[in-house]
T-cell receptor, first 119, second 109 residues
Framework: DTGVSQDPRHKITKRGQNVTFRCDPISEHNRLYWYRQTLGQGPEFLTYFQNEAQLEKSRLLSDRFSAERPKGSFSTLEIQRTEQGDSAMYLC?????????????????FGEGSWLTVV | GQQVMQIPQYQHVQEGEDFTTYCNSSTTLSNIQWYKQRPGGHPVFLIQLVKSGEVKKQKRLTFQFGEAKKNSSLHITATQTTDVGTYFCADHNFNKFYFGSGTKLNVKP
């Protein structure tokens, strides 16, 4: 048990529908990451938060994707107008890091992931 | 972002044989982490290497960081069926982690 919780674990949706995933990080962790993983590939970085601030978004994150972390605790990832290409596992991870600048020695702890299938 | 390449993509070994996966980058890595992902599971942190030429061991696993900090390897001695899974290296760079495509290990009993 890594302490990072994701919900739902599995979601099947029709193309064009909106879906939202929730992530509850390890409680004292100030950084939260979203990754996407497809079969046979490594996790791809999507975005990350330092507390409530979204510090970086990957080019993979189209305008149909939006992530929030309103109070610096849990986070949501919403996908609007889903497409079949969005089918993947969406992984959340968290870490504890110092404020500002480049960090070293940080371990990220992944949740179990949320599997999305768009039909 | 930083791109790390892993080889081989797949490896099938007989239980008791050794296994090695390699991670390569065209540019210098700040530090590198290794993760294991069991089938149907999520990546789990194994170790981090920071220093040039660093070698770390965890029981049957030996991790190395190249002198130029452009490559790394994970070696498993005498594999067991519990070693089955995909092993990823990840470049930890400016608060982000860039993962390789992984090496999938299958161990036949």
């Amino acid at each position: 048990d890594t302490g990072v919780s994701q919900d739902p674990r599995h979601k099947i949706t029709k193309r064009g529908q909106n879906v939202t995933f929730r992530c509850d990080p390890i409680s004292e962790h100030n950084r939260l990451y979203w990754y996407r993983q497809t079969l046979g590939q490594g996790p791809e970085f999507l975005t990350y938060f330092q507390n409530e601030a979204q510090l970086e978004k990957s080019r993979l994150l189209s305008d149909r994707f939006s992530a929030e972390r309103p109070k610096g605790s849990f986070s949501t990832l919403e996908i609007q107008r889903t497409e079949q290409g969005d089918s993947a596992m969406y992984l959340c991870a968290s870490s504890l890091s110092g404020i500002g600048g480049r960090s070293s020695g940080n371990t990220i702890y992944f949740g179990e992931g949320s599997w999305l299938t768009v039909v | 972002g930083q791109q790390v390449m892993q080889i081989p993509q797949y490896q099938h070994v007989q239980e008791g044989e050794d296994f090695t996966t390699y991670c390569n980058s065209s540019t210098t890595l700040s530090n590198i982490q290794w993760y294991k992902q069991r089938p149907g599971g999520h990546p789990v942190f194994l170790i981090q290497l920071v220093k040039s030429g660093e070698v770390k061991k965890q029981k049957r696993l030996t991790f190395q960081f190249g002198e130029a900090k452009k490559n790394s390897s994970l070696h498993i001695t005498a594999t067991q069926t519990t070693d089955v899974g995909t092993y990823f290296c990840a470049d930890h760079n400016f608060n982000k982690f860039y993962f390789g495509s992984g090496t999938k290990l299958n161990v036949k009993p």
